[in-house]
T-cell receptor, first 114, second 112 residues
Framework: DGGITQSPKYLFRKEGQNVTLSCEQN?????MYWYRQDPGQGLRLIYY???????QKGDIAEGYSVSREKKESFPLTVTSAQKNPTAFYLC?????????????FGSGTQLSVL | AQSVTQLGSHVSVSEGALVLLRCNYS??????LFWYVQYPNQGLQLLLK??????LVKGINGFEAEFKKSETSFHLTKPSAHMSDAAEYFC??????????FGKGTLLTVNP
């Protein structure tokens, strides 16, 4: 079955540490997105990528970095510059960068600070 | 800039009662509008979407929503709540670009 796989499901970060969240899709989608979810805050866009080797900042990109070396993969690195990283992170994909009508979500990664 | 307001962060209903979750958007141009459902520690699933076709949109699990341009609203309803409907619901809006703007969510509790 096609879908989006996020790993790990739970992740812990120590002070000053960078951590990377994995997102893989086998839907052959061009566009991929990272959202951050905080309780009572809804979802906020961190980064998005419409095509391989290209990505753009969303609303809250500071303290995060991404890469898009392969169509099926869009890893998110939470750097030590992100002072409040504890949140639920959701990866999503769609057929094209403009096709928000069909947005598929992964099951998320909960990141916590030790 | 697009904004989405969900009235009520928590709604509690009895099983079998009407479910009404409210969503208002701000935009000078009718956007695409969506309702998503999220179960604990899961991603979001699309319930239904409005894309400028019929104003009354039917979705999965018996949910429907009506687009009212004059009220800039897109409220979600279900005639009879089921225990399995307990979840968090998000309204979202998007224009002719990549970006979806989400509301802050409404947690639905269904009491037996």
């Amino acid at each position: 079955d096609g879908g989006i796989t996020q790993s790990p499901k739970y992740l812990f970060r120590k002070e000053g540490q960078n951590v990377t969240l994995s997102c893989e899709q086998n839907l052959n989608h061009d566009a991929m997105y990272w959202y951050r979810q905080d309780p009572g805050q809804g979802l906020r866009l961190i980064y998005y990528s419409q095509i391989v080797n290209d990505f753009q900042k969303g609303d809250i990109a500071e303290g995060y970095s991404v890469s898009r070396e392969k169509k099926e993969s869009f890893p998110l690195t939470v750097t030590s510059a992100q002072k409040n990283p504890t949140a639920f992170y959701l990866c999503a994909s769609s057929t094209t960068g403009w096709n928000i009508e069909k947005l598929f979500f992964g099951s998320g990664t909960q990141l916590s600070v030790l | 800039a697009q904004s989405v307001t969900q009235l009520g962060s928590h709604v509690s209903v009895s099983e079998g009662a009407l479910v009404l979750l409210r969503c208002n958007y701000s935009s000078s141009v009718p956007p695409y509008l969506f309702w998503y459902v999220q179960y604990p520690n899961q991603g979001l699933q699309l319930l239904l979407k409005y894309t400028s076709a019929a104003t009354l949109v039917k979705g999965i699990n018996g949910f429907e929503a009506e687009f009212k341009k004059s009220e800039t609203s897109f409220h979600l309803t279900k005639p009879s709540a089921h225990m399995s409907d307990a979840a968090e619901y998000f309204c979202a809006a998007g224009g002719s670009n990549y970006k979806l703007t989400f509301g802050k969510g409404t947690l639905l509790t269904v009491n037996p």
